[in-house]
């Protein structure tokens, strides 16, 4: 492990924390990208940007999937907390179908139960149409 790495993941007192940098928790998101072809591909990090610039340098730390479907831009972010929760909420998002994804990305918002990780989609609602009077 390097030095800078090793001192970062140091907290107060210089025991080492894990999952927490400079004494700070960090704090895990969960972000949606869509590729060129209008594929969804879903992670989890604590620094959004710097994953993302990962992604479409289309280096070794992109993620193998992005390789092949190149990364067009991020379309959802969100925090979730700890590291444990993240990846809960991550496994049940990939569980979904692609219309409810969707939904959720249009959205703009995850609603989640905090233990289990489960996922409440929004309810698509039909568009309302007046009534024609005769």
Same mark, same amino acid.
């Given at each position: 492990? /390097?030095?800078?790495? =090793?001192?970062?993941?140091?907290?107060?007192?210089?025991?080492?924390?894990?999952? =927490?940098?400079?004494?700070?928790?960090?704090?895990?998101?969960?972000?949606?990208?869509?590729?060129?072809?209008?594929?969804?591909?879903?992670?989890? /990090?604590?620094?959004?940007?710097?994953?993302?610039?990962?992604? !479409? /340098?289309?280096?070794?730390?992109?993620?193998?999937?992005?390789?092949?479907?190149?990364?067009?831009?991020?379309?959802?972010? =969100?925090?979730?907390?700890?590291?444990?929760?993240?990846?809960?909420?991550?496994?049940?998002?990939? =569980?979904?179908?692609?219309?409810?994804?969707?939904?959720?990305?249009?959205?703009?918002?995850?609603?989640?139960?905090?233990?289990?990780?489960?996922? !409440?989609?929004?309810?698509?609602?039909?568009?309302?149409?007046?009534?024609?009077?005769?």
């Amino acid at each position: 492990m /390097s030095r800078g790495r =090793q001192a970062a993941w140091r907290g107060a007192g210089g025991v080492l924390l894990w999952g =927490q940098r400079g004494g700070e928790a960090l704090i895990w998101h969960l972000y949606v990208v869509r590729t060129v072809d209008r594929n969804l591909y879903a992670g989890v /990090s604590t620094d959004v940007a710097r994953r993302f610039a990962e992604h !479409a /340098s289309q280096g070794r730390k992109a993620a193998k999937y992005l390789r092949a479907h190149r990364p067009a831009r991020l379309v959802f972010s =969100q925090a979730i907390g700890t590291r444990s929760l993240a990846l809960k909420v991550e496994y049940r998002f990939k =569980q979904l179908a692609k219309p409810q994804k969707e939904r959720i990305v249009r959205a703009g918002r995850l609603y989640f139960d905090e233990v289990s990780g489960r996922i !409440a989609v929004p309810v698509r609602r039909p568009a309302i149409v007046p009534r024609q009077r005769i």
